[in-house]
């Protein structure tokens, strides 16, 4: 009898344990409430990204309040965004509030595709914005500056779908988005089981205006509550394959450049490539090489631009042209020892 008396009570307290409930946590930064300008979002422009991370940091714990409200045990938080910082995650890591801690890994990881596992339950996404090709969307784009439009199977993406329809291969539902007013309408319109907090309104693509702090919290707060209070009847993306990830550039040279990835194809307008995949995850990841790969086009273009602006431009490209012919004929210094093992937390 004393045999069965210990175990009715181990029992007991077995049942009264809390549920084990683990929330991943991914932020951007263009859907922060205070991020009113490009410079709040890119540690280029120091003192306005200061302001930015601050102002991210308080939507992100508005989210951690309103999940542990809800009942989550575990919270982990990965950075969406890359603002260039290499110190550091762009949220104020010192000042999440508990149970959320950052993920790290030895390597680099894709966001949207490898921040989580089978041991997450649900996906919450803070600070998001509109997809390309909105063009009243503050700093609208998806995955990257170098895109205009982003479609799959001719339906235009934004971030927070495709790490919707990433998690689904997982059966992971994304409960809770929040961002600007645009952003809103795609997500309504896309994904409209899931809870929306509109932290500001988009005047265009290059300004926004932001609401209250104490409205901001408030409503990240409650719907992030409200959306893992209903993770039972939460629902998964249907999009069936096969996929076909068409992406516009800015202009031509981008868009040739793209095409050059194997299977890739250039369409009429001449600035648009088109990829086709049985599966979501393999288009997904080769749509990114289509982007870095113009992305580089981009990149140089306004490095030249720069220079070519600079007092001193000649000489400039005197000492580029000799770099050039250095790294040609092996006459590069040897390259300076390995840097310490890094750590990620998310995009770079």
Do not use: C
């Amino acid at each position: 009898m004393k045999h069965l008396i210990l175990l009715a009570a181990f029992s007991s307290a077995l049942l009264a344990q809390p549920r084990r409930l683990k929330v991943l946590l991914l932020y951007d930064m263009e859907g922060v409430s205070g991020a009113t300008t490009y410079r709040h979002t890119t540690v280029s422009h120091p003192a306005e990204y200061g302001e930015g991370r601050k102002s991210l940091t308080a939507d992100v714990n508005a989210a951690i309040a309103g999940l542990k409200a809800a009942g989550a045990t575990e919270i982990v938080v990965v950075d969406g965004h890359g603002s260039g910082n290499t110190a550091g995650p762009d949220v104020l890591e010192d000042q999440l509030l508990p149970p959320a801690k950052m993920h790290y890994r030895d390597t680099p990881f894709d966001i949207y595709m490898d921040s989580y596992d089978h041991s997450i339950d649900a996906i919450v996404a803070v600070a998001m914005h509109a997809g390309a090709g909105n063009r009243a969307g503050f700093l609208s784009h998806t995955y990257a500056l170098a895109d205009v439009e982003y479609k799959v199977n001719g339906v235009p993406f934004n971030e927070s779908m495709i790490l919707a329809q990433g998690a689904a291969r997982l059966k992971i539902p994304l409960l809770m988005v929040s961002g600007d007013d645009q952003l809103e309408k795609e997500v309504r319109r896309n994904l409209p089981w899931v809870e929306y907090a509109t932290v500001k309104h988009a005047v265009d693509r290059t300004r926004a205006e932001p609401f209250a702090r104490d409205e901001v919290s408030r409503r990240i707060e409650n719907a992030s509550r409200a959306g893992l209070q209903k993770l039972a009847q939460a629902r998964l993306p249907e999009l069936p394959g096969p996929y076909r990830f068409a992406v516009t550039f800015q202009d031509e040279p981008q868009a040739r450049q793209a095409a050059l990835l194997p299977a890739a194809e250039l369409l009429a307008d001449g600035r648009t490539v088109e990829i086709r995949a049985d599966d979501f995850e393999g288009g997904y990841r080769r749509s990114r090489r289509l982007i870095e790969l113009a992305s580089a086009i981009g990149a140089s273009t306004a490095a030249f631009t720069v220079l070519n602006t600079e007092p001193n431009a000649a000489e400039l490209r005197v000492k580029l042209a000799d770099r050039l012919y250095a790294r040609f004929l092996g006459l590069e210094p040897p390259p300076a020892a390995p840097p310490a093992p890094a750590r990620y937390w998310g995009a770079r």
